[in-house]
T-cell receptor
Framework: QKEVEQNSGPLSVPEGAIASLNCTYSDRGSQSFFWYRQYSGKSPELIMSIYSNGDKEDGRFTAQLNKASQYVSLLIRDSQPSDSATYLCAVKRPGGYNKLIFGAGTRLAVHP | ETGVTQTPRHLVMGMTNKKSLKCEQHLGHNAMYWYKQSAKKPLELMFVYSLEERVENNSVPSRFSPECPNSSHLFLHLHTLQPEDSALYLC??????????????FGAGSRLTVL
């Protein structure tokens, strides 16, 4: 079982719709969860972090965490073509130093 | 310069060559990382340095040798690589403690091709 699993996509949504990206993780002791965005040919950049069960909103982005189900998601409201990228879910492994484990990413395509 | 700078951006080498990748961060961070990104595979953590001490070596073959002379600079020395080592090598930095420890800033990457 992979430590962090994501559907590779592509997830295709029309402009203005809600894009829903999902991630599951295997280590029940994980405490910190992150979403990074990576445009083609660029390096990943952090867009959201979440540490507690429930929802966390930042502009058009909402991260949702359910530790009991070992599930974290990212919702993008009013999707724009500029949101087209690969979204990487990352989980901080408990203990140790700053060990972020990444999923393989979900490619999102927002079409006009 | 700002952020995290990696050089070279592209590198082609033969299996018998020795080369080095360089990373420099201008963010005042004290933890630095090497990640490997291959097509359609997750980012693989290779090495972590915190306060210039290597704190993570993620079962990386010895043909990859990291060096962190100070908190701003990180190198990855390469020798006798294999074609399967061809990938994008990403350097990142963060604070080593506190909530900033979870926020990685990545460089643009070094695209390595091994012939």
């Amino acid at each position: 079982q992979k430590e962090v699993e994501q559907n590779s996509g592509p997830l295709s949504v029309p402009e203005g719709a809600i894009a829903s990206l999902n991630c599951t993780y295997s280590d029940r002791g994980s405490q910190s969860f992150f979403w990074y965005r990576q445009y083609s040919g660029k390096s990943p950049e952090l867009i959201m972090s979440i540490y507690s069960n429930g929802d966390k909103e930042d502009g058009r982005f909402t991260a949702q965490l359910n530790k009991a189900s070992q599930y974290v998601s990212l919702l993008i409201r009013d999707s724009q073509p500029s949101d087209s990228a690969t979204y990487l879910c990352a989980v901080k492994r408990p203990g140790g130093y700053n060990k972020l484990i990444f999923g393989a990413g979900t490619r999102l395509a927002v079409h006009p | 310069e700002t952020g995290v700078t990696q050089t070279p951006r592209h590198l082609v080498m033969g299996m018998t060559n020795k080369k080095s990748l360089k990373c420099e961060q201008h963010l005042g961070h004290n933890a630095m990382y090497w990640y490997k990104q291959s097509a359609k595979k997750p980012l693989e953590l290779m090495f972590v340095y915190s306060l210039e001490e290597r704190v993570e070596n993620n079962s990386v073959p010895s043909r990859f040798s990291p060096e962190c002379p100070n908190s701003s600079h990180l190198f990855l020395h390469l020798h006798t690589l294999q074609p399967e080592d061809s990938a994008l090598y990403l350097c990142a930095s963060s604070q080593s403690t506190g909530t900033g420890a979870n926020v990685l800033t990545f460089g643009a990457g070094s695209r390595l091709t091994v012939l």
